[in-house]
């Protein structure tokens, strides 16, 4: 296996992956990886919708300052998938509007 | 990495140092101080030192060779050993995953000393709490009893209720004060960030880093458009790409190992969009000629580039970001002179990611909390590296962005001020003169590098009425156009207030750049009153009960 891949350059030997759910179907999550990565890693880069025009989201600025990554952990909104490490079972589900089941998110914040 | 709490139980002078940012300015400034017998806590939000810079995979990947993603890696290997040591020698606790989002200033010590900088009539603005936003300084935090843990830099003086009589704070005193520790560094825990923790300590280094600066065009909020920072960010730190096409784009010294990282890793990068003249070069040559090093630097990654085989476009801007649901296309073109996008060289390339960056931003919002004079986007900062609040000090891109090599020197600057003034005596600046040598030619070159990475002049023009500025908030350009042209506005503020550009969760970090060229003011730094957004929860628990406060070990 001479592919290119991030793993290969830095000869990593990851743990077992394990297995987290993105909106209902499995994908495989490596430890260590944050939700982003994991994600990414299964070819998704959107998992929120804005508030306003319901627009898709992913990563931005990848290092916890932007909040465009925010996405449902378990039930819980606006976790930022670039700083959430994965476990085992997580259930990552995409975040619409404020997470919180209204459109408009003004005032809803729970 | 966590059981720091009551560590440090029975020190004596010298007091002790809490360094926030385990960057390069950070450990350099921890390991100064800790190797001249100050007791230092290192606080850093990441599970691994390292900082931006420096970011490791996470462990359980298992990296053998992380350095292929890296620069400069025997510096990390010494600063990674440095620590080590230190915190096996008990010289340094690290914390990790500790966000901080505010430090306080314990006592109301220096309510005489910064009145020139915020208005009396906010208050308790002076005794640490921010000019705005947070409801008193004193309800929120009073006495120095703290929500949550305590990791105690040293034993409560009795309750650790604070005297006011912490008055007697002159510049060269910082030495640990019969008072009990003059800061508390409020920390949120982990990655959930609801766990309130406090740290404490005599003095303060700020090594807080910067974040990178993006200015809007359109299509820029499309999934796949990420900073070059954030690709480089996601790539050493998870391993992981996140497309198989990318551009890289913008300006600044980052594009290049950014592509060269993406490359490397497995991803065809289609372009380098670098909108810098090479000729801004040519008058800066001095300058750059006294960095071989730099220069060398250079040449490498751009033979790597060649290797690799990614077409440099130079003097060229990104135009438009396209695609419906994900970033199918981008359209670059080349600048004018006047830097304007030469109508005809509009060239449309397919990718599903683009890296794009136009520069870095310091992060300056725990300094501004404390009350420390800013120099334009810069914590202003002597030669010692202290801010104008006594017992703070600052180091890093914090300070001006000029890379890993200045953060060390100003951080090891840093650690050895700090290390002699707890030590109640003044420092002889001798000391870390080859350090502070390094500091001028640095910052010299930063300047030239600066001045030659320039985002073109005129790309506020190819936003379309439509082009979000404000990504949280969903503000379109034609929102913040009608603010200035039609309402008057002149500056971020008001912006702010006309069209809620900057109001949203990241709290302007990412449009403030915008805003400001769009409104053709200068950019400032925005004083926000905490680092990032604290739990209401942990600000409501009650601080001013004694019987709050949990044992210290």
Redesign the interface.
């Known amino acids: 296996m001479n592919k290119r891949t991030p793993l290969n350059l830095a000869r990593a030997h990851p743990g077992l992956p394990h297995t987290v759910t993105f909106d209902g179907r499995e994908i495989p999550a490596l430890p260590g990886r944050t939700v982003a990565a994991t994600l990414w890693s299964a070819g998704i880069t959107a998992w929120r919708t804005t508030r306003r025009d319901g627009e898709p989201r992913g990563v931005f600025c990848g290092i916890g300052v932007c909040f465009d990554c925010l996405v449902e952990v378990n039930g819980r909104a606006n976790q930022r998938a670039c700083l959430t490490p994965t476990a085992p079972g997580d259930e990552i589900r995409t975040q619409d509007g404020s997470g919180h089941g209204g459109e408009t998110g003004e005032g809803e914040g729970r | 990495m966590k059981a720091a709490d009551g560590a440090f139980a029975g020190t004596t002078p010298p007091g002790t140092l809490v360094v926030i940012g385990a960057g390069p300015a950070g450990l350099a400034a921890a390991l100064a101080a800790a190797q001249r017998g100050v007791r230092v806590t290192v606080v850093d939000?990441a599970g691994q030192a390292g900082g931006?810079f420096y970011r490791q995979?996470?462990?359980?990947?298992?990296?053998?060779?992380?350095q292929?993603?890296h620069h400069q890696w025997r510096t990390w290997e010494r600063l990674r050993d440095g620590l080590a040591e230190q915190i096996a020698a008990g010289r340094i606790t690290h914390l990790t995953e500790h966000h901080v989002w505010f430090v306080e200033r314990i006592g109301r010590a220096s309510a005489e000393q910064r009145t020139e900088t915020e208005p009396a009539e906010r208050g308790g603005a002076t005794s640490g709490a921010p000019a705005s936003g947070v409801p008193s300084g004193g309800a929120v935090h009073a006495g120095g009893v703290v929500p949550g843990r305590v990791s105690e830099g040293r034993p409560p003086a009795s309750g650790a209720a604070t005297p006011a009589g912490a008055a007697s704070s002159i510049v060269p005193d910082v030495a640990a004060s019969p008072a009990g520790p003059r800061f508390t560094v409020h920390a949120l825990l982990g990655?959930?960030q609801e766990e309130a923790v406090a740290v404490r300590a005599d003095a303060v280094v700020l090594a807080t880093g910067g974040?990178?600066k993006v200015l809007p065009f359109p299509g820029w909020?499309?999934?796949?458009?990420?900073?070059a920072?954030?690709?480089?960010?996601?790539?050493k730190?998870?391993?992981?790409?996140?497309?198989r096409t990318a551009v890289v784009a913008g300006t600044g010294p980052l594009l290049m190992p950014v592509a060269v990282g993406l490359a490397?890793?497995?991803a065809e990068v289609a372009a380098l969009v670098e909108s810098a003249d090479p000729k801004a070069f040519a008058r800066h040559a001095a300058t750059l000629a006294a960095h071989p090093d730099k220069l060398a630097e250079g040449a490498g990654y751009a033979a790597q580039l060649l290797r690799h085989r990614v077409p440099l476009a130079s003097r060229h801007t990104i135009v438009e970001a396209h695609g419906k649901?994900?970033l199918e296309a981008v359209t670059i073109a080349a600048l004018d002179t006047a830097g304007r996008v030469r109508p005809g060289t509009e060239r449309r390339i397919p990718c599903?990611t683009l890296a794009v960056g136009h520069g870095m931003l310091p992060h300056t919002d725990l300094a501004e909390g404390l009350g420390c004079g800013v120099d334009g986007l810069n914590v202003a900062v002597d030669a010692e590296q202290r801010t104008d609040v006594p017992g703070v000090w600052a180091a890093g891109e914090a300070t001006g962005i000029g890379g890993a090599a200045l953060s060390l020197a100003e951080g090891h600057i840093a650690g050895r001020s700090a290390a002699a003034r707890l030590r109640g005596s003044a420092p002889d600046p001798r000391a870390w003169a080859a350090a502070a040598k390094s500091r001028t030619k640095m910052r010299e070159f930063a300047a030239a590098i600066n001045a030659v990475y320039v985002p073109p002049a005129h790309w506020a023009e190819q936003l379309h009425d439509d082009t979000l500025v404000c990504?949280?908030e969903?503000v379109p350009a034609s929102a913040v156009r009608e603010a200035v042209e039609e309402l008057g506005a002149t500056d971020a503020r008001t912006v702010k207030l006309l069209t809620r550009a900057g109001m949203?969760?990241?709290q302007g970090?990412?449009c403030s750049a915008a805003v400001a060229g769009l409104a053709g003011c200068e950019e400032r730094s925005a004083r926000r009153p905490f680092a990032r957004p604290v739990p209401l929860g942990v600000l409501a628990r009650p601080t001013d009960d004694q019987a709050e406060q949990p044992p210290s070990t």
């Open positions: 939000a931006q995979p996470a462990g359980a990947l298992g990296a053998r060779r992380p292929a993603l990655p959930e974040y990178e909020t499309l999934p796949g458009v990420i900073t920072g954030g690709a480089q960010a996601m790539l730190g998870g391993l992981v790409l996140p497309g490397a890793a497995g649901d994900a599903d990504r949280c969903e949203g969760w990241c970090r990412m």
